[in-house]
């Protein structure tokens, strides 16, 4: 009885080792731990290969994880929900949705019961590949399975309805959050104004940069780089002037799509020196410019030599 606390206490030792390693992306060095730890025979858990298998799908390497599962079923383990939302943590960042879901059933089909992170995950994850109506269904059935909607399900949903143009839909959730208890993080902000942006509805934009800033959060780079977006979009190349000024006063650096969005709106308005002065602010800034920055560029040359002519 005493010899098995011991060898209890070893695993835990070196699966709280591998644990450490894992976390500082030091990979081999956990296996290595791993390897210690089985030839000296003491047999890992459940907990020991879902945090290698957890490290290894944040790294990409799914091929090596799905070893692992093999391994410890053989060994007469069970997969839980922590190595379930590890594995289609892992796949959705490969954009495998189809493997994704292939798990999803697996898990139903042995009584494991989805959480709140499996559904935003696996809705995510057919959000960024544009399958939209399949991320509402496994939303709607978290809800059905009476799983309790969080920010990041809220804000997924927004995100949803924002990329298919519904505002309406959008705002309408955003504020049912708020009734439901639910408070609207940067992200649900930043959501929404990008969603008002790519509208042309500007002033709603603001409206909720606003909002969002009298609850006490600061814009950051993606709220900025859509405001900046936006107003040079519908003309108001000024007004996104003064903005990309204001967010590096307040130390945001810009981005390569900030630094592109700026100087396309400056270019088409003819404004060439100013556009080429952040162009060199840009490179100097370590960004590489894109071809819709050359582009604009070469664009608004062709502007002054039309007036030129003129």
């Given at each position: 009885?005493?010899?098995?606390?011991?060898?209890?206490?070893?695993?835990?030792?070196?699966?709280?080792?591998?644990?450490?390693?894992?976390?500082?992306?030091?990979?081999?060095?956990?296996?290595?731990?791993?390897?210690?730890?089985?030839?000296?025979?003491?047999?890992?858990?459940?907990?020991?290969?879902?945090?290698?298998?957890?490290?290894?799908?944040?790294?990409g390497q799914m091929y090596a994880a799905e070893m692992l599962?093999?391994?410890?079923?053989?060994?007469?383990?069970?997969?839980?929900?922590?190595?379930?939302?590890?594995?289609?943590?892992?796949?959705?960042?490969?954009?495998?949705?189809?493997?994704?879901?292939?798990?999803?059933?697996?898990?139903?089909?042995?009584?494991?019961?989805?959480?709140?992170?499996?559904?935003?995950?696996?809705?995510?994850?057919?959000?960024?590949?544009?399958?939209?109506?399949?991320?509402?269904?496994?939303?709607?059935?978290?809800?059905?399975?009476?799983?309790?909607?969080?920010?990041?399900?809220?804000?997924?949903?927004?995100?949803?309805?924002?990329?298919?143009?519904?505002?309406?839909?959008?705002?309408?959730?955003?504020?049912?959050?708020?009734?439901?208890?639910?408070?609207?993080?940067?992200?649900?902000?930043?959501?929404?104004?990008?969603?008002?942006?790519?509208?042309?509805?500007?002033?709603?934009?603001?409206?909720?940069?606003?909002?969002?800033?009298?609850?006490?959060?600061?814009?950051?780079?993606?709220?900025?780089?859509?405001?900046?977006?936006?107003?040079?979009?519908?003309?108001?190349?000024?007004?996104?002037?003064?903005?990309?000024?204001?967010?590096?006063?307040?130390?945001?650096?810009?981005?390569?799509?900030?630094?592109?969005?700026?100087?396309?709106?400056?270019?088409?308005?003819?404004?060439?020196?100013?556009?080429?002065?952040?162009?060199?602010?840009?490179?100097?800034?370590?960004?590489?410019?894109?071809?819709?920055?050359y582009s604009s560029l070469v664009g608004s040359l062709h502007?002054?030599?039309?007036?030129?002519?003129?």
């Amino acid at each position: 009885m005493a010899r098995d606390k011991g060898l209890a206490a070893d695993v835990w030792l070196y699966t709280t080792m591998i644990k450490m390693y894992c976390r500082a992306n030091k990979m081999k060095q956990a296996f290595a731990l791993f390897d210690e730890c089985v030839n000296k025979g003491l047999q890992p858990n459940e907990r020991t290969y879902g945090i290698l298998i957890d490290g290894l799908a944040k790294h990409g390497q799914m091929y090596a994880a799905e070893m692992l599962i093999d391994e410890l079923q053989k060994k007469g383990l069970k997969l839980n929900l922590i190595i379930f939302n590890s594995l289609i943590h892992g796949y959705c960042k490969k954009g495998n949705l189809d493997k994704v879901l292939k798990l999803q059933e697996t898990m139903e089909k042995n009584g494991l019961k989805l959480d709140a992170f499996t559904c935003n995950t696996i809705a995510h994850g057919l959000f960024n590949v544009d399958r939209c109506n399949e991320a509402k269904i496994v939303l709607n059935k978290m809800v059905e399975q009476g799983i309790a909607p969080n920010m990041v399900t809220y804000t997924t949903l927004i995100h949803i309805y924002c990329k298919e143009g519904d505002m309406v839909e959008a705002r309408r959730i955003f504020r049912d959050m708020e009734s439901k208890g639910v408070s609207p993080g940067p992200a649900t902000y930043n959501v929404m104004i990008d969603g008002y942006c790519k509208k042309g509805k500007i002033r709603e934009a603001e409206r909720f940069r606003k909002e969002m800033e009298k609850k006490g959060m600061e814009p950051d780079l993606y709220t900025y780089t859509s405001l900046v977006h936006g107003h040079c979009c519908h003309g108001k190349v000024d007004v996104a002037v003064k903005l990309f000024e204001e967010m590096k006063g307040k130390r945001v650096g810009p981005s390569v799509v900030t630094y592109t969005a700026i100087i396309s709106g400056l270019s088409k308005e003819g404004r060439s020196e100013e556009a080429f002065r952040l162009y060199e602010e840009m490179v100097d800034s370590g960004l590489s410019p894109d071809d819709t920055v050359y582009s604009s560029l070469v664009g608004s040359l062709h502007t002054i030599k039309e007036e030129t002519r003129e």
